[in-house]
C-alpha cells in the first residue's frame, strides 16, 4: 500500500512540474477530472493494472527515459530524468501487482486480462502510428518520432505478449 501511496503522491508531483514546464512555453494543461473510487471485482481491477500500469504506465516510463535522454531543452531532460524513474517505478508495481493477483485469478480470468493487455497493445500501436509528434515537440521535447514509438512500443511488447 505506501508503494501505491506513494505512487499517488509522484503522479501529483508529475503534474506540477510538466504545469511549470508547460506555463514556461506559453502553454496550459487542461484540469482532470478523477472520478471518485468505487469498490470493484479483482479482475476488474487485474483489468484497470493491465490497461493502465502494465501497458501504458510500463510505456510511459519507456518515453519518458527517452525524452530525458534525448530533449534538446535542458530544463525538460533534468524534468522527465526524474519523472521516468518515478514512472518505472510505477510499471514495476503495476507487474507486482499483476503477479500477485494472477495466483489468485482463474485461468479464464487470467486469460481475458492477458487478451486485455494485447489489445491494449494494439490500440496503443494504432495511437502511436496514427499520430505523429510535431517536429519541434521531437526536438525540443525529446518526443519520440512515430518510428523511435513504433520501435519501444515492439520491444514492449514482445516482453508482454
Do not use: K, Y
Request: net charge negative; glycine share 6%.
Amino acid at each position: 500500500m505506501s508503494a501505491a501511496r506513494r505512487s499517488a503522491q509522484d503522479e501529483v508531483r508529475h503534474t506540477r512540474i510538466m504545469q511549470a514546464l508547460a506555463h514556461r512555453h506559453g502553454a496550459s494543461m487542461p484540469e482532470v477530472d478523477i472520478p471518485p473510487f468505487q469498490p470493484r471485482s479483482l479482475e476488474a481491477m487485474c483489468a484497470e493494472n493491465a490497461v493502465e500500469g502494465c501497458v501504458r504506465e510500463t510505456f510511459g516510463a519507456l518515453v519518458t527515459g527517452w525524452q530525458a535522454r534525448t530533449a534538446g531543452d535542458a530544463e525538460v531532460r533534468r524534468a522527465l530524468g526524474s519523472i521516468s524513474r518515478d514512472e518505472l517505478r510505477h510499471a514495476e508495481l503495476a507487474w507486482a501487482v499483476d503477479a500477485w493477483a494472477a495466483e489468485r485469478l482463474t485461468p479464464p480470468e487470467r486469460e481475458r486480462i492477458l487478451q486485455l493487455r494485447r489489445e491494449t497493445l494494439r490500440a496503443l500501436e494504432h495511437e502511436v502510428g496514427s499520430q505523429p509528434p510535431p517536429e519541434h515537440f521531437v526536438r525540443e521535447a525529446g518526443v519520440p518520432s512515430r518510428d523511435q514509438a513504433l520501435s519501444l512500443l515492439q520491444g514492449l511488447a514482445a516482453l508482454v505478449a
